[in-house]
Every structure is written in structure tokens, then in C-alpha cells.
């Protein structure tokens, strides 16, 4: 017990629970506040990158590419140290606004490319069906076609959610307060990067565990008595 206590001092973690509970609370909003974001340009980003029209979906094409092969990081300081410049370096971005535009445009190519593998997978027929009843193109988009992908794409939804949550430790970099920056205050302030980083590692997993189980709720009800978890 001793050697434990030495290894992970718990009397220090609790009497810092509030300090985790905030950044807790901060990462979950962050990310959803993001997640909200990035799905509502995914929904459009996908739309120009199905385009015919070449004009459309090359640049789509062409910002899907650049952040899949850039580092969020790079991205995150390409946002908070670049964007003030081109309005004046007037201070408008505080670092948690630019860390939700830097996550925000981080995350919504991943997001358009499950929407648009969900409209995809969307069968010819329903279109059909549309349009054989008078329906006009973007009501056949929303009214039939995006319900159907999104049913389709929601167990891949969530798990890229799960990335999301993860990816906002990085935020902690640029001074914004979530879970990661919790746990480094209890390392700065008392020298015990055990403490700190076991107990962020912990509350990511917590979290990590309710997201899988909101998937397979959502997958069991999606497939029935079909489904089987892995």
C-alpha cells in the first residue's frame, strides 16, 4: 500500500476533483459545440465533393487531402497563431474560440466523407421514389436521402466522435482549460505527473466506455436481434 501510494497519491487527485470535474465538463462541451460544427459543414462539404461540377468538388476534394495529411497540431497553431493576423492581430479570437474553429475544420472532412459514404449507401430507388413524387432536389436531400444515410453512418458517427473528445487535449497547448489541462495543473503544481496524467487517462477511458455503449445501444436498435457486439 505503501509503494502504491508512493506510485498514485489519491489523498492529491481528490482534493483536486473539482478541478477535474471542470475539465471534464469543458472537453465534453468543446466537443460537442465542435461536433454540432463540423456535421453541419460535413452535410455541405459533402454535397460539393459529390458534385459533378469540377469547380466544386476539386477544392472540396483538394481541404479533405490538406487535413488528412497535415497534424491537427499544425492545424491548431496555423488557426491560433495565423487567423489574428489576417484581422489585425486585434485580439477578436480568444483561445478557446480558436480552438473550436481549429477542431471544427480538423474534424469536418472526416465527418463529410462518413456523410457522403452514407448517401452512397442510400438505395437508388429511394431517389426514385422522390422524385416520382414532385419532390424537388434539396427536399429529396432532406427529407429522404440524409435521414436514411445518417441511419446508416451513425456507429461510425460516434466513433469519430470519440476522436473528437480525444483530439481536444491538444487544445491544452494553446492555454485553453479541458480535461488534459487539469491534469497538468496538478503536475506543475505539485510535481506529480503520475497523479495528473493517470487521472486524465482515466476520465478519457470513462468517457471512451459511455461512448461505446451509446454505439451499441444505437447499433442494437439499428440492426435488432441481428446485431452482435464485437
Given at each position: 500500500m505503501e509503494y502504491i501510494a508512493q506510485f498514485y497519491n489519491l489523498r492529491v487527485v481528490l482534493n483536486y476533483a473539482d478541478t477535474f470535474l471542470q475539465g471534464i465538463w469543458a472537453t465534453l462541451w468543446l466537443s460537442a459545440v465542435?461536433?454540432?460544427?463540423?456535421i453541419a459543414l460535413g452535410v455541405l462539404l459533402a454535397g460539393l465533393r459529390m458534385s459533378k461540377t469540377g469547380l466544386l468538388w476539386r477544392p472540396a476534394a483538394a481541404y479533405i487531402q490538406f487535413i488528412r495529411a497535415t497534424p491537427l497540431l499544425v492545424q491548431i497553431y496555423l488557426v491560433y497563431y495565423g487567423l489574428p493576423e489576417l484581422f489585425g492581430n486585434v485580439g477578436i479570437l480568444t483561445e478557446t474560440v480558436s480552438g473550436i474553429?481549429?477542431?471544427?475544420l480538423h474534424?469536418?472532412?472526416y465527418m463529410a466523407e462518413i456523410i457522403r459514404s452514407g448517401?452512397?449507401?442510400v438505395d437508388p430507388g429511394q431517389h426514385e421514389a422522390a422524385t416520382a413524387l414532385g419532390l424537388k432536389r434539396h427536399q429529396r436531400m432532406v427529407l429522404i436521402i440524409l435521414p436514411q444515410a445518417f441511419a446508416n453512418v451513425i456507429p461510425t458517427l460516434l466513433g469519430q466522435t470519440a476522436v473528437l473528445i480525444k483530439d481536444t487535449s491538444l487544445l491544452s497547448l494553446i492555454a485553453v482549460f479541458e480535461l488534459m489541462r487539469a491534469g497538468l495543473t496538478v503536475m506543475h503544481e505539485n510535481v506529480m505527473p503520475n497523479e495528473g496524467l493517470l487521472t486524465v487517462a482515466v476520465c478519457?477511458?470513462?468517457i471512451y466506455a459511455g461512448m461505446l455503449v451509446l454505439s451499441n445501444v444505437v447499433q442494437r436498435r439499428l440492426h435488432g436481434g441481428r446485431y452482435q457486439p464485437a
Amino acid at each position: 500500500m505503501e509503494y502504491i501510494a508512493q506510485f498514485y497519491n489519491l489523498r492529491v487527485v481528490l482534493n483536486y476533483a473539482d478541478t477535474f470535474l471542470q475539465g471534464i465538463w469543458a472537453t465534453l462541451w468543446l466537443s460537442a459545440v465542435c461536433l454540432v460544427l463540423s456535421i453541419a459543414l460535413g452535410v455541405l462539404l459533402a454535397g460539393l465533393r459529390m458534385s459533378k461540377t469540377g469547380l466544386l468538388w476539386r477544392p472540396a476534394a483538394a481541404y479533405i487531402q490538406f487535413i488528412r495529411a497535415t497534424p491537427l497540431l499544425v492545424q491548431i497553431y496555423l488557426v491560433y497563431y495565423g487567423l489574428p493576423e489576417l484581422f489585425g492581430n486585434v485580439g477578436i479570437l480568444t483561445e478557446t474560440v480558436s480552438g473550436i474553429i481549429a477542431l471544427t475544420l480538423h474534424t469536418t472532412p472526416y465527418m463529410a466523407e462518413i456523410i457522403r459514404s452514407g448517401i452512397q449507401s442510400v438505395d437508388p430507388g429511394q431517389h426514385e421514389a422522390a422524385t416520382a413524387l414532385g419532390l424537388k432536389r434539396h427536399q429529396r436531400m432532406v427529407l429522404i436521402i440524409l435521414p436514411q444515410a445518417f441511419a446508416n453512418v451513425i456507429p461510425t458517427l460516434l466513433g469519430q466522435t470519440a476522436v473528437l473528445i480525444k483530439d481536444t487535449s491538444l487544445l491544452s497547448l494553446i492555454a485553453v482549460f479541458e480535461l488534459m489541462r487539469a491534469g497538468l495543473t496538478v503536475m506543475h503544481e505539485n510535481v506529480m505527473p503520475n497523479e495528473g496524467l493517470l487521472t486524465v487517462a482515466v476520465c478519457y477511458l470513462l468517457i471512451y466506455a459511455g461512448m461505446l455503449v451509446l454505439s451499441n445501444v444505437v447499433q442494437r436498435r439499428l440492426h435488432g436481434g441481428r446485431y452482435q457486439p464485437a
